[in-house]
DNA sequence: CTGTTAGCGCTTTCAC
DNA sequence: GTGAAAGCGCTAACAG
């Protein structure tokens, strides 16, 4: 395998020169570029990025710590940053975390070994204290990094993530529009910002109709469909029972749907669902479920652009703090409350 | 950033003995041993896995070129060799090429000078020239290949894939069985193996059951929902009309019944839907699809676990050529002709 | 069991 | 514009 050295021979120039022409970093006469180019190709070159990397410090590499790949919104997002990395010149590296925190410290201390130049956190525990360890030892080393999806707290870091709040308040007034009053919460755990946020925000568009929260309808657990199963059981086996669910994550939708299709209850006529996060359209043959949409690729796509902002040298720039509006798409899942089957 | 050398110092070694404790690597006296690690804890040391890499000329990194991440299949394959690789210590590059051949190239030229130990490759025209090259061009610098999902031909390479030509069969069987004799048959691009081994499949059935294979009813395209869309109404509209569909992948599927709810007819009641390719449960509240499912997970596992293993030194062992079966799961999407509206 | 020497392939620094 | 020298941090090869 031909290194830099022989092609410098082959040209008749200095190693360094043809580092030069490779990297097109500093001046080189057209002629001598030519003669370069020409050696490189004779002897099919392949630039060792390893070694470059080893000696620039720069491994033009990304890592993507999500949750869970299989999730088909972190998918989404996953493409949105392979695309902008790409067209960059650089890699990602994809880690799964399974919301579990040692497992994300273990690929924290991975990444750092390696000197990816950015890291794309979704914090395992968003609100806990490992999370922003995690961040912490990253900076420490120079890594840039971009929190995506959630918040953490007290540390000086890019954020990208969807609005929370907004969407959530966006599903639960829509439900309300329609005349629902007893809307149940199905939402994920405690640890997260998100989780913390979409009850925020549909506590907030309860106050603002002026209803009271009441606790008994608002269910935790973990963002699968599993926990969406149990939570609906939850909600359906107590008083006051709910004419509308609102669904915090896609997959707490799923489960809910199961559950109510073995209660024997029919979306929508029995029971509205509204649902954060959509699912890509190439999944499903019928839309159906009435959703916020977050806008993944682009959620993706921008915390590339901004890892690889800081990564070029935007060091002095102040912290960015992206938060992208979420889309209000009304289908069928939800109707009004009047027409339903239990009356209200 | 502390190095080797301080670590060294500190600990009143030489750096090579701190090297060895590190990698596990040679002798090391237990109290020898504890003296670096206090030291190498002290200082705070991380590895510098790019002078590794450099030096021992070994990334420990797998590259996974999939044509969309986007795919819930290729998702679930990508998690399947996220896994295994984690556990030994390696991490995955993702690439999409989109089918594109030219892609496909640039991918294989980066992961080349990224001097990747292996890479999982899903070929874009697995019986196109550039798919054999690429792969050529991957093991003349002696990085480990492992073909996935498709075959290519002519060349010495691991390969993992799912039973095309047996799901395929088993659905057309089952389609048989209930006593549909008009089948159409949606498939994929003529250029990779997957689209003829099923649509062998299926002509396989027809013939062991005494039926001609009807080229009319053989549609080409794209694996994408449009083309599904497409190609149903092609076959819609011409005699002889099927009263059953076999989808060669899931998004034809998608794409199917989105032009059967245009056309105003139902599934099964009108038309029985058979489709390669299962989706994940936790997309779906009511499994409805009649499918051949693949094991996503496991392939990608297993072409994970083929190139490890070769990494790890099994150069001599022959060739693998590893064909899972896939699983007819029947559901809903699929009836008895004789039941079905159109007076089968 | 531990150390010395040398060098991987490239780029930084400084000279011309 | 181009080059010479030095060295990034680590480990292979060989001593002892």
């Given at each position: 395998m031909a290194?830099?050295?022989?092609?410098?021979?082959r040209?008749g120039?200095a190693?360094?020169?043809?580092?030069?022409v490779l990297?097109?970093?500093?001046?080189?006469?057209?002629?001598t570029?030519?003669r370069v180019e020409?050696?490189?190709a004779?002897?099919?070159?392949?630039?060792?990025m390893?070694a470059?990397?080893?000696?620039?410090?720069?491994?033009h590499?990304?890592?993507?710590?999500?949750?869970?790949?299989?999730?088909p919104?972190w998918?989404t997002?996953a493409?949105?940053v392979?695309?902008?990395?790409?067209g960059?010149?650089?890699?990602?590296i994809?880690?799964n975390?399974d919301?579990?925190?040692a497992k994300q410290?273990?690929?924290v201390?991975m990444?750092?070994?390696r000197?990816?130049?950015g890291?794309?956190?979704v914090p395992?525990?968003?609100?806990?204290e490992?999370?922003?360890q995690?961040v912490?030892?990253?900076?420490?080393?120079?890594v840039k990094?971009?929190v995506l999806?959630?918040?953490i707290?007290g540390?000086?870091v890019?954020?990208?993530?969807?609005?929370?709040v907004g969407g959530?308040r966006?599903?639960?007034?829509?439900?309300?529009?329609?005349?629902?009053?007893v809307?149940g919460?199905?939402?994920?755990p405690?640890?997260?910002?998100v989780t913390?946020?979409?009850?925020?925000g549909y506590?907030q568009?309860l106050?603002?109709?002026g209803?009271a929260?009441?606790e008994r309808?608002i269910?935790?657990g973990?963002f699968t469909a599993?926990s969406?199963?149990?939570?609906?059981?939850e909600?359906l086996?107590?008083?006051?029972?709910?004419?509308?669910l609102?669904?915090?994550n896609?997959?707490?939708a799923?489960?809910?749907m199961?559950?109510?299709?073995?209660a024997?209850?029919?979306?929508p006529?029995?029971?509205s669902?509204?649902?954060?996060d959509d699912l890509?359209?190439s999944y499903?043959?019928?839309?159906?479920?009435?959703?916020?949409?977050?806008?993944?690729y682009e959620l993706g796509a921008?915390?590339?652009a901004?890892a690889?902002?800081r990564?070029r040298?935007?060091?002095?720039q102040?912290?960015v703090?992206?938060?992208l509006p979420?889309?209000l798409?009304?289908?069928v899942?939800t109707?009004?409350?009047i027409?339903a089957?239990?009356g209200y």
């Open positions: 290194t830099i050295r022989e092609v410098a021979k040209a120039v190693p360094i020169t043809v580092s030069r990297n097109n970093s500093g001046y080189v006469q057209a002629a570029r030519a020409e050696a490189a004779e002897l099919n070159y392949v630039p060792n390893l470059h990397s080893f000696r620039s410090n720069r491994t590499t990304l890592a993507l710590v999500v949750t869970d790949i299989t999730n919104f998918t997002v493409r949105g392979e695309d902008v990395a790409n960059q010149n650089f890699n990602v994809f880690c975390t919301e579990n925190p410290g273990q690929y201390d990444l750092l070994r000197r990816v130049d890291v794309l956190l395992a525990d968003s609100l806990g490992e999370s922003r995690a912490e030892a990253l900076q420490a080393q120079q990094v971009v999806d959630r918040r707290d540390v000086a890019d954020s990208v993530r969807g609005d929370s959530a966006q599903l639960t007034e829509h439900l309300l529009a329609l005349g629902h009053r809307i919460c199905l939402s994920g405690t640890n997260l910002s913390v946020e979409r009850v925020s506590s568009a106050q603002a109709a209803l929260v009441d309808l269910r935790y973990a599993e969406g199963h149990t939570q609906t059981r909600l086996g107590q008083a006051p029972r709910p004419s509308a609102f669904a915090a896609n997959f707490l799923i489960g809910a199961r559950a109510l299709r073995e024997g209850l029919r979306t006529d029995d029971m669902l509204a649902v954060f890509p359209a499903v043959a019928e839309p159906f479920l009435t959703v916020a949409a977050q806008p993944a921008a915390a590339a901004l690889l902002r990564i040298g935007a060091e002095e102040p912290i703090e992206l938060v979420t889309q798409i009304v289908r899942s109707r009004l409350a027409t089957k239990n």
